[in-house]
T-cell receptor, first 113, second 113 residues
Framework: NAGVTQTPKFQVLKTGQSMTLQCAQD?????MYWYRQDPGMGLRLIYY???????DKGEVPNGYNVSRLNKREFSLRLESAAPSQTSVYFC????????????FGEGSWLTVV | EDQVTQSPEALRLQEGESSSLNCSYT??????LFWYRQDPGKGPEFLFT???AGEEKEKERLKATLTKKESFLHITAPKPEDSATYLC??????????????FGKGTKLSVIP
């Protein structure tokens, strides 16, 4: 039972490069999320997808785009990476509805130089 | 504005020394309070959800309690393997009828043998 799987685990980018973080879940959840975690800032929501075919901005969406490819997969794209996007990124999923438990992946460490 | 505040930021305990972590929240109408454990280099792992004041949940050496303004995570006779960062989160209104988890910054617990 894999749960939420993210790739890649580690990535170093140069300023201005683009990349996509991939995420897949095998729990048949409707909702999926992308968070970033920075020292002293806690976990902050970038984008979420309440259901297949919908995406919405979270607290810190600038500089990112997302695609809900199907029910299982939710990708995060950095079109032109900036040093401020150096962070740990977590994908997560849950059943629909407020108050349902969110389950996280293992994280993707991104460094932009 | 909805907020989640955790204290202390860091806590060092001797093995067997019981203590409590605090999570205070300000939201309009609580829709659940979530506790997660996060080990270094890993994603947050779900521990408990509490939905109403007076509710308590236990798992091994951990017990979570909830009042109308705060939650406590009590750790009884901790062991070194309980060392981790403990996060709490509440669903906060994010617009358009949607609620998304807002996280505190966490308490880093170190249990010394």
């Amino acid at each position: 039972n894999a749960g939420v799987t993210q790739t890649p685990k580690f990535q170093v980018l140069k300023t201005g490069q683009s990349m996509t973080l991939q995420c897949a879940q095998d729990m048949n959840h409707n909702s999926m999320y992308w968070y970033r975690q920075d020292p002293g800032m806690g976990l902050r929501l970038i984008y979420y997808s309440a259901s297949e075919g919908t995406t919405d901005k979270g607290e810190v969406p600038n500089g990112y785009n997302v695609s809900r490819l199907n029910k299982r997969e939710f990708s995060l794209r950095l079109e032109s990476a900036a040093p401020s996007q150096t962070s740990v990124y977590f994908c997560a999923s849950s059943n629909s509805g407020t108050g349902n438990t969110i389950y996280f992946g293992e994280g993707s460490w991104l460094t932009v130089v | 504005e909805d907020q989640v505040t955790q204290s202390p930021e860091a806590l060092r305990l001797q093995e067997g020394e019981s203590s409590s972590l605090n999570c205070s929240y300000t939201v309009s109408g609580l829709r659940g309070l979530f506790w997660y454990r996060q080990d270094p280099g890993k994603g947050p792992e779900f521990l408990f959800t509490l939905y109403s004041a007076g509710e308590e949940k236990e798992k091994e050496r951990l017990k979570a309690t909830l009042t109308k303004k705060e939650s406590f995570l009590h750790i009884t006779a901790p062991k070194p393997e309980d060392s981790a960062t403990y996060l709490c989160a509440v669903p906060a209104y994010s617009g358009a009828g949607s609620y998304q988890l807002t996280f505190g910054k966490g308490t880093k617990l170190s249990v010394i043998p």
